[in-house]
């Protein structure tokens, strides 16, 4: 019998909204970085994107989706989402808040939904890929498509 192929929740999440993806897989044996997933999947490290969770000086929580081989600059960050300053969420805080664990946190599907903004470069692609939510899996689909999941923004938030 076929192995099933494992599907994520936000997988699912796209699949009942009828929105189309592509579903890439890659060999998971403990963290890896995002550079090293684009190289797994054959794509453009401009082209695949992290999801980082944040916390404002308001105590308000951000999600940044940038270029794996990029970094998140705080003070950039800070002015797009309006606050005085900006900090990274610690790991084990990531879980408890989003549902997802470093390595395998996606915008789509978050417990709750938080002010997302992507890196301005992410409309240069006819597709994007990000995880999926869970390490060894991404998905890539349009950005206009990821839009109608999660309301994103773009800014110039890296370094």
Known sequence: MAKKEEKTNVMRILEQKKIPYT????????????????????QKPAQV???????????????????????LDLKKAA?????????MIKSKELLPLTGY????CSPIGMKKQFM???????????TVIFSAGKIG?????????LCKVVPVGTADVTV
């Open 23 to 42: 579903a890439h897989t890659y060999p998971a044996d403990g963290a890896v970085s995002g550079v090293e997933v684009a190289q797994m999947l054959g």
């Open 49 to 71: 994107f992290k999801t980082l969770v944040t916390r404002g000086a308001s105590k308000s929580y951000y999600v940044f989706m940038i270029p794996v081989a990029e970094e």
């Open 79 to 87: 002015r797009a989402a309006g606050e005085k300053s900006i900090a």
């Open 101 to 104: 664990i470093h390595g395998g």
């Open 116 to 126: 997302t903004m992507a890196h301005f470069t992410v409309k240069d692609f006819s």
């Open 137 to 145: 899996y991404q998905v890539e689909l349009s950005f206009e498509d």
